[in-house]
């Protein structure tokens, strides 16, 4: 039996199959982050769920039982995923299931700039009738969209965009594999090459790019400089993308935004705050609430709810603080037969020789004989230690491949 904390309100009929099979599991949403140090402290987790509550290192070093963090979305800037991996603790997150919701937004955001739907419902709620101001709209069928990260969300906004007879653009990356270039493609998507190119010709530019070290203060100065002095700029990604004074000099110069996120915006859900980008007359704005609709909010706590029955079956789904390249300047093939003991006489002999084993996988042959264990170590093992593991009697064989540095 686990202990799940869930620091976010998920549907009960969703958690219902985990309690059903024993699990401990509690929905506390109006934890914040000051809170989960002790509250952790006290509770003996194994599972947290979050959202938006930031898990910080006190939070992690509070909670020796916890092995596993799940973020109840996609981004996971929230979670100090350093102090995790020192922890030994799984980072765990819910992408694309809230694209939909964002892609939606991100539109309507666009729809509400170019026919002035913010200032117009504001004029007649205050009794004013203004048919010839609001009727000088300039449609966006036939203009070029720029989108800066076609994950699942900016593909989401590609589809919509190309449905309104928008032409869009990205910028063409090596390494992509193939199924994503045939993502891209199916979503209509025109590749250039470089970002001046799609900045210079785009009458839209729409940013969904998570934050991380180099996208921090990508849309700064000389990024706004690039594009059309009456373009339009979407952002429903990250507030910290942004250069705040650079877009307020572009807004002063004639550019429009749409911004559903803000530098240094709130952490509660209510309260005054006063930002000049929210104020700025050349802005429509939403207060984060992108992933906000109960479609998206249902089908992220149902990912978060598969996430977690994987981890209590003992797989891992989604994790983002695992090494996911091969580790090592050397392999070890040990075929072995499949009895109790003979792997770890195979790390004693590793340790003897002072060799670290960095990454490893076992697999089993049919019939549950024999097995196979590939083990990436940090250093080439000596004849003597290979022949220390193949003079085992239920060592089958043993083989090394050193990698060239």
């Not at 700039?113 to 203004?130: K, M």
């Not at 499949?338 to 076992?362: C, H, P």
Request: glycine residues 10%; charged residues 25%; contains cysteine.
């Amino acid at each position: 039996m686990m202990r799940i904390l869930c620091a976010d309100a998920l549907a009960d009929e969703l958690l219902d199959p985990l309690r059903a099979q024993g699990h401990d599991v509690l929905v506390e949403p109006d934890l914040g982050a000051d809170d989960l140090p002790d509250r952790l402290a006290g509770g003996g987790v194994d599972v947290l769920v979050v959202r938006s509550t930031k898990v910080s290192s006190e939070a992690i070093a509070a909670a020796p039982e916890l092995g596993l963090v799940v973020r109840a979305g996609a981004g996971t800037d929230n979670v100090d995923k350093e102090a995790a991996s020192a922890k030994g603790v799984y980072v765990a997150n819910v992408p694309g299931r809230n694209a939909v919701a964002v892609a939606e937004l991100t539109m309507a955001l666009l729809l509400a700039i170019d026919r002035h739907v913010a200032d117009g419902v504001a004029d007649l709620r205050a009794g004013e009738w203004n048919k010839g101001r609001y009727s000088k709209a300039d449609g966006i069928y036939g203009k070029s969209m720029a989108i800066l990260g076609v994950g699942d969300i900016g593909l989401a906004v590609a589809e919509r965009a190309r449905a309104f007879g928008i032409d869009v653009i990205a910028q063409r990356k090596p390494g992509r594999s193939d199924a994503a270039l045939q993502r891209i493609r199916s979503a209509g998507v025109r590749l250039v090459d470089t970002v001046d190119e799609m900045l210079a010709t785009a009458d839209i530019v729409s940013v969904h790019v998570p934050k991380a070290a180099e996208t921090i203060g990508m849309c700064d100065a000389d990024f706004f400089s690039k594009m059309k002095s009456d373009a339009i700029f979407l952002n429903t990604s990250r507030g910290d993308v942004v250069d705040q004074s650079a877009l307020l000099a572009a807004l002063d110069g004639g550019l429009r935004a749409g911004l559903d996120v803000y530098p240094g915006e709130p952490s509660t859900k209510s309260g005054e705050w006063e930002s000049p980008l929210a104020a700025h007359p050349n802005v429509v704005g939403s207060h984060h609430i992108g992933a906000s609709t109960a479609q998206a909010q249902r089908a992220v706590a149902e990912g978060t709810v598969a996430v977690i029955e994987r981890y209590l079956a003992g797989e891992i789904t989604n994790c983002v603080n695992l090494v996911d390249e091969q580790l090592g300047s050397a392999v070890l093939v040990v075929r072995h037969l499949d009895k109790v003991g003979v792997l770890a006489k195979v790390f004693e002999s590793l340790r003897r020789s002072g060799i670290n084993v960095l990454q490893m996988e076992n697999q089993l042959f049919v019939g549950s004989v024999a097995a196979v264990a590939t083990i990436n170590i940090a250093a080439p093992a000596t004849e003597e230690t290979i022949a220390m593991i193949g003079g085992d009697d239920d060592v089958l064989a043993v083989s090394q491949t050193v990698r060239e540095v």
